[in-house]
């Protein structure tokens, strides 16, 4: 109910996240010794796809800070305890967001435009992020900035800033088309000092300084996308098949949903929700059981997200299509999906660089070479 009143205001999904807070939905990936669920990457989905049927920028804020979670416990998970005051300080209620969006960053994570600059017990940053999730509500920032300090060894330096830290601002910026309700504002970065204790990794930059932390980022981030779009995807199809039970016109002696034109496009959402679910399930499932894909983890992250945003997309202009007009009133709820849903593609990794991953590892060429032409 509160979905629509979110992005026609563009306000942040507060209620939805206070309520999921004391419910406890932001202590699903912190391990039960630590005062959470201990619920695994694969159950996880399934309740972020789940929320997302109903409100899907809901269900995508809240999952920047279950990313983080998800991570610390990968980590722990492998016997690395570097990263429990984390979970400890997210069982104690601390919220985690994600800062690492960046102009003109093409491979995010990996490199960054903003400046990390080492001091004595810790780094300055100095730089702008883009996309900064759950912005309201925020306590730690999770961010990366690059340490040239050394050009030949270039380092990318993981942080997490706490929202008491001095020399950032942040700037409202959020006034988009689509998940409105994530409120994700820019963060401007003007010399802030992170401590020690804050600093998750400093590990080399480019693909080659992906270690459980950094592969841990991408594999819980991506895939709940893809979760998130399918959810919204199945509720589009779910909307629209109602639709064309009860649907007449001029033409017709019996329901739109006689119309052979109208069920082919019903299939088309349903064979892309079929392929979609599969492939989501599968991924979740590996990496909850461990198993061991080796290089080719990178691969099937990205392709997961790829495939399932680009599928939801598919789904959701059928759903357009099949509407009539009705689709194009800002009082139809698929008018709203249909806007969050084109959100999905911009998010890492994009078009571009998902296929230069999935290029590259397919024909054995190192992910950090760069192209060189003659």
């Known amino acids: 109910e509160r979905a629509p009143e979110y992005d026609r205001e563009n306000r942040f999904c507060q209620e939805d996240f206070d309520e999921l807070k004391e419910a406890g939905y932001l202590k699903m990936a912190i391990p039960t010794d630590m005062g959470g669920y201990g619920m695994t990457h694969h159950e996880i989905c399934q309740e972020t796809r789940r929320l997302a049927y109903w409100a899907p920028a809901t269900a995508l804020c809240i999952n920047m800070h279950n990313y983080w979670c998800g991570v610390a416990s990968t980590v722990r998970g492998s016997g690395d305890s570097s990263l429990d005051w984390l979970l400890e ?8 967001a994600a800062g690492h969006s960046e102009s003109g960053n093409t491979v995010p994570l990996l490199t960054s435009t903003t400046e990390a600059v080492p001091v004595e017990g810790g780094y300055k940053f100095t730089g702008r992020k883009g996309f900064g999730s759950l912005t309201p509500v925020w306590t730690r920032l999770g961010l990366h900035g690059q340490d ?3 050009p030949d060894n270039p380092k990318i330096v993981h942080a997490f800033m706490p929202r008491d830290t001095e020399n ?12 409105r309700a994530t409120r994700s504002d820019d963060t401007i970065l003007e010399g802030a000092f992170v401590p020690d204790k804050y600093i998750a990794r400093v590990v080399p930059a480019g693909f080659g300084g992906a270690d459980l932390f950094v592969l841990g980022i991408f594999a819980w981030a991506l895939p709940a996308f893809g979760d998130i779009y399918y959810g919204l995807a199945r509720r589009m199809t779910d909307l629209t098949i109602e639709s064309l039970k009860n649907k007449t016109g001029m033409g017709l002696t019996r329901t739109a949903a006689y119309h052979p034109e109208n069920q082919h496009r019903v299939a088309e959402m349903i064979l892309d929700l079929e392929s979609m679910e599969a492939q989501l399930d599968r991924f979740s499932s590996d990496w909850s059981e461990g198993v061991d894909h080796g290089d080719m983890w990178v691969l099937k992250i990205v392709a997961t997200k790829y495939n399932a945003v680009e599928a939801a997309w598919r789904v959701a202009d059928n759903a357009l299509e099949v509407s009539g007009g009705y689709g194009m009133f800002k009082k139809s709820e698929l008018e709203r999906l249909y806007r969050d849903c084109r959100a999905g593609r911009f998010h890492p990794a994009n078009a571009n660089l998902t296929h230069e991953i999935i290029g590259k590892i397919a024909l054995g060429i190192d992910l950090d070479e760069q192209p060189r032409w003659g």
Do not use: L, R
């Open 89 to 96: 300080e997210a069982a104690a209620g601390e919220v985690f």
């Open 168 to 179: 950032y601002h942040i700037k409202d910026t959020w006034d988009v088309m689509g998940m």
């Open 148 to 150: 040239n300090s050394d």
